[in-house]
């Protein structure tokens, strides 16, 4: 069983920086980062592969967003910077024993979620 715990989060101004962490209870194969806006799907925002560091962000997010994982603390980490009110969710932790990172339907351990808020 893979338990996932998230810190970071909150309310920051446009333009602003976050960081959001995410320790997980064993190695995964994958860890990602999602979001969810009221009314919206939950989307991708980025995710890494535990092995060789491998990344994916779209490019909603791609040169504002950095995922990085510290493999010796289980956490991975995700730096926002340039915020926009449209970043504006709830971000999840998700994890997968996967190879298919790019879907949230294949990743089958999810953190509790935490809001971030980005203001005019």
């Known amino acids: 069983q893979v338990q996932l715990v998230e810190s970071g989060g909150g309310l920051v101004q446009a333009g602003g920086s976050l960081r959001l962490s995410c320790l997980a209870s064993?190695?995964?194969?994958?860890m990602g980062w999602f979001r969810q806006a009221p009314g919206k799907e939950r989307e991708l925002v980025s995710t890494?592969?535990?092995?060789?560091?491998?990344?994916y962000s779209p490019d909603s997010v791609k040169g504002r967003f950095t995922i990085s994982r510290d493999n010796t603390k289980n956490t991975v980490y995700l730096q926002m910077n340039s915020l926009k009110p449209e970043d504006t969710a709830v971000y999840y932790c998700?994890?997968?024993?996967?190879?298919?990172?790019?879907?949230?339907?294949?990743?089958?351990?999810w953190g509790q979620g935490t809001q971030v808020t980005v203001s005019t």
């Open positions: 998700a994890a997968t024993y996967s190879r298919l990172l790019y879907s949230s339907a294949e990743y089958g351990y």
């Open positions: 064993v190695n995964v194969y994958a």
């Open positions: 890494i592969r535990w092995s060789d560091g491998y990344t």
